[in-house]
């Protein structure tokens, strides 16, 4: 796919989820500094994903600029994205979480790999915002576990196979080209499930290999971690679900694709990690190296625990739709003699 290059100019639509009014506050926030970039957007769109009164409130606070819509599909962050892409008008469009805080030039930061015409889609670093002080024995090599940049991610502008949600963009053709979000994958509401971002990207790059997805570092957002995000509980959690979502990409993109990051992550991120902290613990005395070295051994037990439920998980549902499809097929040909 060999778009033209956007060079001189590009509209972009910037695409706000949001599902509870417990972050109202952080909703407002997020919504501002958007409306002081840089470079302005063509239009903010809000998607309420299947909440009324979020949606009542939203019309009623917003300035007539912020579109408010209702996500019109299957409740969940794939739903309200997609509802969101349906009334967009920029020829690019960006996704935004709703308790982030972009940077002031984060929009334009994020549309400068476009000036390249292979470029289908781009993302930035995301900075946790602890609500409270990072637990000390969290490690960074983990930050996707609280949606945000971990430690061995490309630190420099680089093409990577897929982006990560809370701050990434694409081209709107793309959406006509490979499809949309798929409404199975991904989160709903507060469960932790994800990868729905993970699973166009690969979709996409299977369907156009010269194409691109480009990290570019300095296009920055601060992205909230509340407390509850902050508990070793929420992060063997949000690991565990992980597992499950890659088990569903990998049965839909294949486990070559599905996994080739992992792969990296697992063999060279995370064995320096838990070198690290037990080099932080034993020559620097720090005590809570130790901790962070053994989180990434439970966070990666638990993920892939996730992955294997999940992948039995699939292979149960699919025997028994073989099984139900045979009964049919028995009972129409029984019903043909």
């Known amino acids: 796919m060999d778009y ?14 949001a599902y509870t009014e417990n972050r109202w506050a952080d909703l407002v926030e997020a919504v501002k500094s958007l409306q002081h970039q840089s470079q302005k957007p063509y239009e903010i769109i809000l998607s309420i994903d299947h909440n009324p009164p979020l949606y009542q409130r939203a019309r009623e606070y917003f300035p007539l600029e912020i579109q408010v819509i209702q996500n019109s599909e299957p409740k969940g962050l794939s739903g309200a994205r997609n509802s969101g892409i349906a009334v967009s008008k920029g020829n690019i469009i960006a996704f935004f979480d709703d308790d ?43 930050n996707w576990v609280v949606g945000c940049t971990y430690r061995g991610f490309v630190e420099i502008p680089s093409p990577v196979r897929n982006l990560i949600g809370c701050n990434m963009s694409f081209r709107n053709a793309l959406f ?8 199975g994958v991904g989160r709903i509401g507060a469960l932790p499930y994800g990868c729905e971002e993970t699973e166009l990207c690969i979709r996409a790059n299977q369907q156009f ?56 992550y ?16 034993l020559l620097k005395g720090d005590r809570h190296g130790l901790g962070r070295a053994l989180a990434i051994l439970v966070g990666l037990g638990f993920t892939t625990l996730g992955y294997l ?29």
């Open 100 to 142: 982030a805080i972009a940077e002031f030039s984060w929009l334009e930061k994020l549309c400068k790999p476009y000036q390249d015409s292979r470029v289908l889609g781009t993302g930035g670093m995301i900075i946790p915002l602890w609500n409270s002080p990072k637990p000390s024995w969290f490690p960074e090599e983990f």
């Open 266 to 281: 697992t063999t060279r991120t995370l064995p320096k990690g838990i070198f690290q902290g037990f080099r932080d613990a």
């Open 209 to 264: 290999p010269d194409s691109l997805f480009m990290h570019e570092p300095s296009a920055r957002v601060l992205h909230r971690v509340p407390d509850g995000r902050a508990t070793f509980r929420y992060f063997c959690s949000r690991c565990y679900a992980e597992g499950i979502s890659k088990a569903q990409v990998t049965q839909l993109v294949g486990g070559r694709d599905g996994l080739s990051s992992e792969r990296t």
């Open 309 to 337: 439920v999940g992948k039995l998980l699939l292979l149960t549902l699919h025997e028994k739709t073989m099984e139900f499809s045979l009964r049919r097929q028995t009972s129409y040909d029984t019903l043909r003699k």
């Open 4 to 17: 033209s290059s956007l060079e001189n100019g590009w509209d972009v639509s910037v695409i706000i989820c």
């Open 176 to 183: 006509e080209q490979v499809g949309l979000f798929r409404s």
